[in-house]
């Protein structure tokens, strides 16, 4: 059967030359590729998981633990996945988000995700000041802090005037990555590196919290996306990196 545009979708593919399609295909894949180019060790679908005893709203200087009942729940942070609405909604401008990682790693960076504030209805929920904390677990971890701030400011363990996030869960926490989420920045999506001591110590981490300080002036914060970066503990060991 005749069909003008098979014709004409043929003869327009056979008229562009082999450099200009190779051109097109790049672009395209470009386009398509995610933009952190950073493997999430705080994804969903590779085995991460939301701590629920660590996640909740801050009010008042109170933790309120989330309910898993909660519509859409606190794991859809850690979920490739940016619709409008889609979001982890906190009853208060503050609060943190508990994270078991896939494994453990040693961490290198933090992203963002939030909708663009083109098309956001209330971008005074958008996220600002955050704090990435980490959990320190085992001997080797406890001795190389102890070792380095022995010969460092203590000023090392504390971001905001704090030395943990709200709720701990028993745990020790020290702070990772401390920085702005920037609604105003050309992406919205937006990658920042750990503290550079925290490089040095060359700690590895497992459970991390991500606290939301501030937002930009609504009375409620959605949190849509979180990932953690950074280098695999097996990997490393294993000679993989």
């Given at each position: ?6 014709v ?51 009010s ?30 906190m ?5 943190q ?22 098309i956001?209805?209330d ?17 080797v ?8 701030t ?92």
């Amino acid at each position: 059967m005749f069909s003008p545009t098979s014709v004409s979708s043929r003869v327009a593919t056979d008229d562009v030359p082999p450099h200009i399609k190779a051109y097109v295909d790049r672009a395209l894949s470009r386009a398509m590729r995610d933009p952190v180019g950073r493997r999430d060790f705080a994804l969903l679908a590779d085995g991460a998981r939301v701590v629920r005893a660590l996640t909740g709203a801050v009010s008042a200087g109170r933790f309120y633990e989330a309910q898993t009942h909660s519509v859409p729940p606190p794991n859809v942070t850690l979920v490739d996945d940016l619709h409008v609405g889609n979001c982890w909604s906190m009853a208060a401008p503050t609060g943190q988000l508990g994270i078991r990682l896939s494994e453990r790693i040693y961490p290198t960076h933090v992203t963002v995700d939030h909708i663009p504030v083109e098309i956001a209805a209330d971008i005074g929920r958008a996220p600002r000041m955050m704090v990435l904390w980490g959990a320190i677990d085992g001997s080797v971890n406890i001795a190389r802090l102890g070792n380095f701030t022995q010969t460092h400011n203590d000023a090392i363990t504390r971001t905001h005037g704090r030395s943990r996030p709200h709720e701990t869960a028993g745990c020790t926490f020290i702070p990772i990555a401390s920085f702005e989420y920037d609604v105003r920045s050309h992406s919205h999506i937006q990658t920042f590196p750990v503290l550079s001591h925290v490089v040095d110590l060359e700690m590895y981490f497992g459970v991390v919290v991500l606290e939301v300080v501030s937002n930009w002036g609504s009375e409620t914060t959605c949190l849509y996306r979180a990932r953690v970066h950074g280098q695999g503990v097996s990997q490393l060991h294993n000679g993989l990196v």
